[in-house]
């Protein structure tokens, strides 16, 4: 860049200015041109020598901007860069008003760029107008301007108050700073100039409660007057397992500059205790509350959530209870209804499998999923042949063979006794009757596919090498990204800490202060007022995160056991799944 501008300069003369110097000048002008043909020749030491005489004895004479031009040049060359410039800051400084300043500007902010000085470069070329910079000052200083902070460009617009490129920089800086770097009257008249009609993009600002770092609530059970995770209370394992993928991700976080502070707070699973830790001046200063896990407390601190506007969530549970009538409440998962209306309208959207065989436990969310699908199902026009509660202590092997009776294959034509497409909904989550469930539909010999919840991944004598067999696929709104580079580092990272290897709490833990600290980092506090509206968001650990219009993860990926490794079988929106490079 440097050599290219140099030759169109170069290429320039600018010796019609002598002509009235007499027999002096005609020595200047032999004595410039001399100067001019060495450095074309690439002969700089040579240049600089005649350039430094000329500048010495000619104090006064009116080529004395071209002179320390070329001077600049040929010290650069020869690597004096200091030199070089001391020679075009004198332009600047005495001779402001020459044609070719901007030129000098523009050597400057090349050498400033080498020393990847970027504010200088800013401070250069700022008081160039846009008209005039040519696409390299321009492609030079737009690089500069992404490289400083909302703080020095507000700086920097407060001094060049008419560039119009820098003051849209500064404005856009300072909409996703976290911290507030200017007055609200300042960022009124920065509006004005620059952010067109859009006064909401101001609102949106104020509103948004970002700052420079955030306070995180842990409402758990520790059941312990300090939390320390390397003490470990066996009974109460899980919740240490939660908190120390939480203390991960902070130290996650802070590597990618977003500070969260976690601040544990022992519940006891005791609403007094709750009563008085809400009451906690310390509170006021949070702003995400994790938890609390257990339904005792759960309605006061929803209560305060909703009177304070304290965002909360819940890392592990699957409940709606969780976020009903709470506006600021959320879960890392999907809850159960989501988990069947999704699966439904996956099936609804394949059509090869369309009519529903649905068997159902007797807990709350077993009937939950089952019941979300039903209606989901129905909705969509679509047939649900079997909808049968299973009652594992009475007969419920064989009631299950009944109600499944008609997928069984008849091994004389290789055709079930029900002939249409047909797929089976086994909405249990314990392990016994799960078991036996699954047997009695493998009885029947049967070929239509088998989806069941995640819970299926923990049972112990259920193999996943049956479930492989069986081809049973399995909706896992918890499915981790396993070979992922991410979770190998966080798998290491676990184990040189705690010297044991992670559990499904530990991700979820980690995975809920990770992408609710960005959450807080790129929207402020009041986060909630995007997440509804943005798009699917990449976790870390997790595929992905979609909360349009919901206060639960609406992406459900359905996993398939593969050659002894799980699979993703659906693809998320706006992801398209490799499973080799997964892998990698």
């Known amino acids: 860049m440097i050599k290219h501008f140099f030759l169109i300069f170069l290429s ?51 080529i004395k901007p071209n002179t320390l031009y070329l001077h600049a040049v040929a010290a650069y060359h020869n690597k004096e860069v200091s030199k070089a410039t001391l020679s075009l800051e004198t332009i600047l400084q005495k001779h402001n008003k020459w044609e070719k300043a901007n030129d000098a500007r523009f050597f400057l902010a090349t050498i400033a760029s080498e020393e990847q000085a970027y504010t200088r470069i800013c401070e250069l070329l700022s008081p160039v107008a846009e008209g ?133 707070f022992d519940t006891q699973r005791d609403t007094s205790i709750v009563k008085e830790i809400l009451e906690n001046p310390d509170m006021k200063g949070v702003d995400l509350i994790v938890g609390p896990l257990y339904g005792e407390t759960l309605g006061m601190v929803k209560n305060y959530s909703n009177k304070t506007q304290t965002p909360m969530v819940n890392p592990i549970s699957m409940n709606s209870l969780v976020f009903k009538d709470a506006d600021y409440s959320f879960l890392l998962s999907s809850s159960y209804e989501t988990l069947g209306e999704k699966l439904a309208s996956y099936h609804h959207a394949q059509r090869d499998t369309a009519k529903a065989y649905i068997i159902y436990g007797a807990s709350s969310r077993e009937k939950a999923m089952a019941k979300t699908y039903l209606d989901t199902y129905d909705s969509l026009g679509d047939t649900v042949a079997v909808y049968s509660e299973y009652d594992y202590a009475n007969r419920g092997f064989i009631t299950a063979q009944e109600d499944l009776r008609a997928l069984e294959m008849d091994d004389s034509t290789g055709v079930a006794l029900d002939s249409t497409s047909a797929h089976v909904f086994i909405s249990l989550t314990r392990e016994a009757p799960s078991r036996t469930a699954l047997g009695a539909l493998q009885s029947l010999n049967a070929k239509a596919p088998v989806y069941v919840p995640d819970t299926w991944l923990e049972y112990n004598q259920l193999g996943y090498d049956l479930l492989e067999s069986g081809e049973v696929n399995i909706v896992a709104p918890n499915y981790t990204k396993e070979n992922s580079r991410n979770a190998r580092m966080f798998e290491e990272e676990f184990l040189d800490t705690y010297f044991d290897t992670p559990d499904k709490y530990a991700y979820q833990g980690f995975e809920t202060v990770y992408f609710f600290g960005k959450m807080l980092q790129e929207h402020g506090k009041k986060f909630y007022l995007k997440l509804s509206s943005l798009p699917p968001q990449e976790g870390y650990l997790y595929p992905q995160h979609d909360y349009r219009n919901s206060q639960d993860n609406q992406y459900i990926p359905i996993v398939r056991f593969i050659d002894g490794q799980l699979e993703v079988i659906t693809i998320a929106e706006g992801e398209d799944i490799d499973v080799e490079e997964e892998e990698k």
């Open 132 to 264: 005039e910079l040519t696409p390299e000052m321009h492609l030079l200083y737009e690089t500069a301007l992404q490289h400083l902070s909302a703080e020095e460009l507000v700086a920097l617009q407060e001094k060049f108050p008419k560039n119009k490129l820098l003051g849209k920089s500064a404005l856009h800086a300072v909409l996703l700073s976290p911290e507030d770097v200017m007055s609200k009257t300042a960022m009124e008249k920065l509006i004005k100039q620059y952010g067109g009609n859009e006064q909401a993009i101001y609102e949106d600002y104020l509103n948004s409660g970002r700052k420079s770092s955030y306070n995180v609530a842990v409402f758990f059970p520790f059941f312990q007057e300090k939390t320390d995770p390397q003490n470990l209370r066996i009974s109460n394992e899980f919740v240490y397992d939660i908190y120390k993928g939480m203390l991960l991700a902070e130290k996650q976080l802070l590597k990618e500059g977003i500070e969260i502070n976690l601040l544990p």
């Open 12 to 62: 320039v003369s600018c010796l019609g200015i002598l002509n009235t110097y007499g027999q002096s000048a005609k020595v200047i002008r032999n004595k410039y041109e001399y100067a001019r043909q060495l450095i074309k020749q690439q002969k700089y030491v040579a240049a600089e020598v005649v350039l430094e005489d000329l500048l010495k004895n000619n104090d006064k004479n009116l």
